[in-house]
T-cell receptor, first 109, second 110 residues
Framework: SQQGEEDPQALSIQEGENATMNCSYK?????LQWYRQNSGRGLVHLILIRSNEREKHSGRLRVTLDTSKKSSSLLITASRAADTASYFCATSFNNDMRFGAGTRLTVKP | DTEVTQTPKHLVMGMTNKKSLKCEQH?????MYWYKQKAKKPPELMFV???????INESVPSRFSPECPNSSLLNLHLHALQPEDSALYLCASSLDSEQFFGPGTRLTVL
């Protein structure tokens, strides 16, 4: 069953702008991960943040985690048309990983 | 080899057919997973194998039968499926927390 809730459900921005997606969850976690999925294809791992970490960067990606609020955010800076995809947060506890509902990001050229 | 492969890419089957989905990885990962994903929905966990033993079964109907013949292979046997079982079936593997996903099998049940 689904663990997290993401907002917004859909986000449309212009190329060059920043995109922020949020994820909230309900139970204890070992870590939280963000994945990207192009239409109808497999998921690509973007970044993992452990429960004892608060912020992590990878290239144009910045992820924050607030375990007290059970929430995370994914920031994509200087977006490109190729960033158009669905983005999912996923919470893990042992080998059990649960996905949020996802945010559909559209970056217009 | 740093990828998870799945076959077939597409599968159309009738409700009386028996078919199998296959997943393979050669990254030495000891955990493998099956997910089901309906259109515009997130993936839903079905089964988890850890060290070739079934460790999580998310109350999946018995018409789905997983099998892990060895540490590199994961099968999903399908029998007497329903049209509502049509979906993208994703396989993943992991060594630690990060899961590597295959491209999926698009299943259509007529």
């Amino acid at each position: 069953s689904q663990q997290g809730e993401e907002d917004p459900q859909a986000l449309s921005i212009q190329e060059g702008e920043n995109a922020t997606m949020n994820c909230s969850y309900k139970t204890s976690i070992n870590n939280l991960q963000w994945y990207r999925q192009n239409s109808g294809r497999g998921l690509v791992h973007l970044i993992l943040i452990r429960s004892n970490e608060r912020e992590k960067h990878s290239g144009r990606l910045r992820v924050t985690l607030d375990t007290s609020k059970k929430s995370s955010s994914l920031l994509i800076t200087a977006s490109r048309a190729a960033d158009t995809a669905s983005y999912f947060c996923a919470t893990s506890f042992n080998n059990d990983m649960r996905f949020g509902a996802g945010t559909r990001l559209t970056v217009k050229p | 080899d740093t990828e998870v492969t799945q076959t077939p890419k597409h599968l159309v089957m009738g409700m009386t057919n028996k078919k199998s989905l296959k997943c393979e990885q050669h990254m030495g990962h000891r955990a493998m997973y099956w997910y089901k994903q309906k259109a515009k929905k997130p993936p839903e966990l079905m089964f988890v194998y850890s060290y070739e033993k079934l460790s999580i079964n998310e109350s999946v109907p018995s018409r789905f039968s997983p099998e892990c013949p060895n540490s590199s292979l994961l099968n999903l046997h399908l029998h007497a499926l329903q049209p509502e079982d049509s979906a993208l079936y994703l396989c993943a593997s992991s060594l630690d927390s990060e899961q590597f996903f295959g491209p999926g099998t698009r299943l259509t049940v007529l």
